[in-house]
């Protein structure tokens, strides 16, 4: 093999890579969208049919975890956000082990409490006919917060008049493209 030849090789290589561990990434994260969405169907596009999500209190089978996790949210709270914070990612072929940390915001029903969740994402995802899925995920809690949903300068939440997204698919993160407001709230 050549020098070209070689330095070639070696950019694919790290190409592929940086591909995978953006597929990755990306499937964590539409995971959490999904859940905070009420999309269902994204959620469960992030897992393969026969995986398992396991939070220590109960074992789901992964291919109906979308709808359990709109059910549960929907049952507890007006609104809720998952974010994905620091991700590190190990991957061997079609097989990466991935730990994603999350920050969890949840408004409790009737929206004068609140909480907030710290945990983590650990992962094993599976590369099957080209397409990076969660396998099995196992989640933790290591901080839980809980208090009242007030913002600065002791305003409650509702009827604040912020803007506030949907949870289901007329959320304008799904318009396409998005459309200007026109200076009216969503």
């Not at 730990?99 to 710290?118: C, H, I, P, V």
């Not at 080209?130 to 396998?135: F, S, V």
């Not at 809690?141 to 604040?160: H, K, N, Q, T, Y």
Request: charged share 30%; net charge negative; hydrophobic share 35%.
């Amino acid at each position: 093999m050549s020098g070209i030849e070689e330095r070639l090789a070696a950019v694919e290589a790290k190409l592929r890579e940086l591909d995978d561990r953006q597929a990755i990434y990306d499937c964590i994260r539409r995971a959490a969208r999904g859940n905070d969405r009420f999309d269902a169907e994204l959620t469960n596009a992030s897992y393969h049919p026969d995986s398992i999500h396991d939070n220590g209190r109960k074992r789901v089978n992964a291919a109906h975890y979308g709808e359990e996790a709109n059910a549960a949210h929907g049952m507890l709270f007006d609104a809720n956000l998952h974010n994905v914070t620091m991700h590190l990612c190990e991957i061997d072929g079609d097989v990466a082990h991935a730990e994603s940390y999350s920050l969890g915001l949840f408004l409790d029903k009737g929206g004068e409490t609140g909480r907030a969740l710290a945990g983590r994402y650990i992962d094993r995802l599976e590369r099957r006919d080209g397409e990076w899925r969660i396998a099995v995920r196992r989640t933790t809690v290591e901080v839980a917060l809980e208090g009242r949903a007030v913002l600065p300068g002791g305003m409650a939440l509702a009827g604040s008049n912020y803007l506030k997204g949907a949870r289901d698919r007329s959320d304008l993160s799904y318009a396409r493209p998005l459309p200007d407001s026109g200076g009216a709230q969503w």
